[in-house]
């Protein structure tokens, strides 16, 4: 959804959509994130402030996101609220006062006079989920031999026992008892 700055003013303006799985389908991406398990609540508000424009904005609704130990697909719940100072690209003959602090760096999302909220949602989706992602605190992984979803249970490798660190650890076991 592309809102229009030049409609925008200090009185603030609230958005709220819901975003439906085809939404982040249709970014194609098939990475961390596989998609929406309900549909996302988006509620966001957006006003002038100066030469600026603050944006504040709550997401909720849970993911299908890709275990980083197992591959296999976890649902995670999303819940996040973030706030964005969007600044315009400096123009010829301004640039000297304007100062570029990090908030600035949230004007790429302001092209022309507009601003792209669907950009802006996604990266605020990729960052509310950690680089390593897992399905659950204890998951097993894969295992590094034949690939077999360690969670599903124990594997041949495992049970033959035939690697030397998985036969240490049966001997510490059997010491110990
Ligand atoms: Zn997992
Ligand atoms: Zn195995």
Not at 7 to 17: L, N
Not at 112 to 117: C, F, H, I, Q
Not at 140 to 153: H, I
Request: charged share 30%.
């Amino acid at each position: 959804m592309l809102i229009d700055l030049k409609k925008i003013t200090h009185v603030s303006r609230r958005i709220t959509q819901t975003l439906g799985p085809g939404w982040w389908e249709k970014a194609g991406d098939k990475g961390l994130v596989l998609g929406f398990e309900d549909p996302l609540s988006v509620s966001v508000e957006i006003y002038r402030a100066g030469d600026k424009y603050v944006l504040e904005g709550s997401l909720n609704g849970s993911l299908q996101v890709r275990c980083d130990r197992c591959t296999e697909s976890y649902r995670r719940e999303l819940k996040t609220a973030f706030r964005l100072f969007l600044a315009p690209p400096p123009r010829d003959g301004f640039d000297e006062e304007v100062a570029l602090t990090p908030e600035d760096l949230a004007g790429d999302f302001i092209v022309g006079e507009t601003v792209e909220l669907d950009d802006i949602i996604r990266e605020q989706i990729y960052l509310a989920v950690p680089m390593k992602s897992l399905c659950r605190i204890d998951c097993r992984g894969l295992c590094p031999e034949c690939g077999a979803d360690l969670n599903q249970g124990d594997c041949r490798c495992l049970k033959s026992s035939g690697r030397p660190e998985f036969a240490k650890l049966k001997n510490l076991k059997f010491e110990g008892e």
